[in-house]
């Protein structure tokens, strides 16, 4: 079972997306900026992915300037709970399988999990 956290507007997810559909998978798609992950699954997400909040937050949002993310002494528990208030903040897509996860950045990441 595949799932993929997805932003239909953004091209690398379209991409990640058929690059899985290419391969015969259907994964379960979450638009995650409508369906957003809570605290414990998005600290879920981030242990499968083998990454700290901090390198899934998209830097250039508005959000990442207004909550003063750049600065280091946000705790992971905070950058978490600012990723689920402003769900732009995380870096998709974000495909999931199993007890791994890949950033689909590039896309062909997904390949990993195939």
Known sequence: MYTIYHNP???KSRQTLAILEEKGIS???????????NEKELAD????????????LRKGEDAYKELKLADDSHSDKALIEAMCSHPKLIERPIVVK???AVLGR???NVLELI
């Open 9 to 11: 507007r953004c091209s």
């Open 27 to 37: 994964p379960e798609i979450v638009l995650y900026l409508e369906n957003t992950p």
């Open 45 to 56: 997400i981030l242990a499968k992915l083998a990454i700290s909040p901090r390198q899934l």
């Open 98 to 100: 199993g007890d791994k």
């Open 106 to 108: 590039p896309p062909e």
